[in-house]
């Protein structure tokens, strides 16, 4: 069967800092895409990594008294061993300081300076030094002239710069825009950059010449390429775009156009403008949606070091301790800032919804059938036919429910609905509850005539259980598996639409009962 392709991408983050909630965030929104794409079979390609290059990377080494690269190692290391520790599967690890990146991103530069579409030049504008980029006079004094990623006053600055003519593809963006309704989404956030393309784009420097920390302009050794434009060749350079005689091309370029560029609402602009125009210039097709989702906040405020409200990795880790880390996984990924707002991370909202979705749903459910199976049958599986045909109950025609929440899964999963998809799981296991309260099998385990039924409700239940299991594992692959293992379940391999399909659970198959989620108090 031809294999299509996915190609998903976190931004790739700034190694002056070390992770935090945000960068987990993003990264398990981008593997819960990757890992239900597996499933479906398609050729998955999930890219993350680190940005390393820049006056702050500089400027923080200097103060720590190591060199760039040494900074660098060091925190690119510790946003590598996050993906390990959160079960991130992503599929290779960019670093902008690894020597593949830079001589591609060279290779591209030097294509855009013989374009006709870089210029050297001098330009006065906004700088906004810790997100290194500039804004117009409209757009600093509705900003009141400082930063809206760290509060700190805008700098009147002036530079010479080689500048990218982003004024000449305004009608194309514009059109861009037009064409494709979903290329940025969701909705509010295209409806932002729509405001903004109304404006007359301004051009952007390409190079710079105030610091050193960054790769070397090809034609003019005095300048190091923007730290925005290296970065964002990222997506292309991990596929070996700019080097085409390379294997890595050979093995990799199918996966261009990206599928999704999941990234943080502040970096839109540059991901939804900039980097289309540049695409476009360089005659490279674009991706197909840049998704920009809200942030985080922490009990009602934005997060701060000095406010004691930050969400670093010394306390996910305590969140991972008490309640797994399945359980992490899936509060952020159901409660996260996925829409146009800000999502608040509440430390009892953690466990309320905890104990109703893990515990309450899928933890009791699971345990319930299967301590059932344990008393009633010893723990093998019995048959849901008698006289060779299925027993049914009234209300409840489970293939073809099953078969519903399955299509609706897919397709919420491919559309970047993560939360919808997941409902869709949850929906089955919550009328499995339903089912064993009024099919009340613990009564007809009393009646001695009514064994093959109870043994077609246990079937039936835990069927529907593993189907719902295979839909719940992108987001708590680690439960799920272990659910699967203590039910003799296949493992889901390559023929997704064989493993989904109802009857995968073989009559005779032994069970043993499980615990998945423990109450925690
Ligand atoms: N290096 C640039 C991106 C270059 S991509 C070509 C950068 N790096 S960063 O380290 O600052 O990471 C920013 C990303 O981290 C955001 O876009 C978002 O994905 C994530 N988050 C950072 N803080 C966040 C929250 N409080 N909440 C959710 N995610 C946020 O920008």
């Known amino acids: ?46 890219l993350t990594g680190t940005d390393e290059h ?36 992503n599929d290779e690890f960019i670093r902008t300081t690894d020597s593949e990146h830079t001589k591609q991103v060279q290779a591209f530069v030097k294509t855009l300076l013989d374009s006709g579409d870089v210029y ?41 710069n080689y500048y990218f003519k982003l004024s000449a593809y305004q009608d194309k963006i514009a059109e861009l825009f037009e064409n494709n309704p979903t290329f940025v989404r969701p909705e509010s956030r295209r409806n932002e950059m729509l405001g903004r393309l109304k404006e007359d784009l301004l051009d952007v420097p390409i190079s710079r010449t105030n610091f050193s920390w960054g790769i070397p302009l090809p034609t003019d050794e005095e300048h ?11 997506y292309i350079t991990a596929l070996g775009l700019g080097d085409t005689s390379s294997d890595i091309f ?17 970096i839109l602009w540059f991901h939804s403008v900039i980097w289309p125009a540049v695409l ?74 905890y104990n109703a979705h893990l515990v309450n749903t899928v933890g009791n459910c699971t345990s319930r059938v299967t301590a059932m199976l344990g008393k009633y049958f010893d723990g093998v599986v019995q048959t849901e036919s008698q006289n060779g045909k299925r027993i049914t109950f009234d209300g409840f025609d489970w293939p073809t429910t099953c078969e519903s929440a399955i299509g609706a899964w897919s397709l919420h999963m491919e559309a970047f609905a993560l939360d919808k998809a997941i409902e869709s799981a949850m929906c089955l296991i919550r009328e499995v509850d339903l089912f064993i309260n009024e099919t009340a099998p613990f009564k007809l385990a009393k009646d001695e005539t009514k064994t093959a039924e109870l043994g077609a409700i246990l079937y039936q239940c835990l069927e529907v259980l593993r189907i719902a299991s295979i839909l719940l594992d ?48």
């Not at 009990?299 to 969400?311: V, W």
């Not at 399945?326 to 990924?333: F, G, K, N, P």
């Open 54 to 89: 820049g006056v702050k990377v500089e400027q923080s080494a200097i103060k720590k008294g190591v060199s760039p690269q040494e900074l660098a190692d060091i925190h690119s290391a510790e946003f590598r061993s996050i993906m390990g520790k959160f079960e991130l599967t």
């Open 1 to 46: 069967m031809l294999k299509e392709q996915r190609y998903v991408t976190t931004p790739i983050y700034y190694v002056n800092d070390r992770p935090h909630i945000g960068h987990v965030y993003t990264t398990t929104l981008c593997d819960v895409y990757a890992r239900s794409m597996r499933h479906l079979n398609h050729d998955v390609f999930f």
């Open 474 to 521: 992108p987001v708590i692959p680690s439960k799920m598996n272990e659910f699967r293992t203590a039910i003799s379940a296949q493992t889901i391999n390559d023929t997704f639409s064989e493993t989904i399909a109802w009857g995968g659970i073989k009559n005779g198959s032994t069970v043993e009962k499980v615990a998945l989620f423990p109450r925690v108090s």
């Open 120 to 160: 050297l030049g001098t330009f006065e504008g906004w700088y906004d030094e810790g997100q290194e980029e500039y804004h117009t006079e409209t757009s600093a004094r509705e900003l009141d002239y400082t930063s809206p990623i760290n509060g700190k006053p805008l700098i009147r600055s002036s530079e010479k």
């Open 224 to 234: 190091v390429i923007y730290v925005w434009i290296d970065a964002l060749f990222n």
């Open 250 to 266: 050979a093995k990799r370029k199918k996966y261009w156009p990206a599928s999704y560029h999941i990234i943080g609402k502040e």
């Open 280 to 353: 476009m210039s360089l005659d490279l097709p674009l991706p197909k949606c840049v998704f920009a989702h809200s942030f985080w906040i922490s009990e009602g405020k934005k997060m701060s070091k000095s406010m004691g409200n930050f969400i670093d990795l010394e306390l996910i880790d305590s969140y991972v301790d008490k309640y797994s880390m399945d359980a992490w996984r899936y509060y952020i990924v159901t409660q996260g800032p996925l829409g146009s707002s800000d999502a608040d991370f509440v430390a009892e909202n953690f466990q309320d919804l």
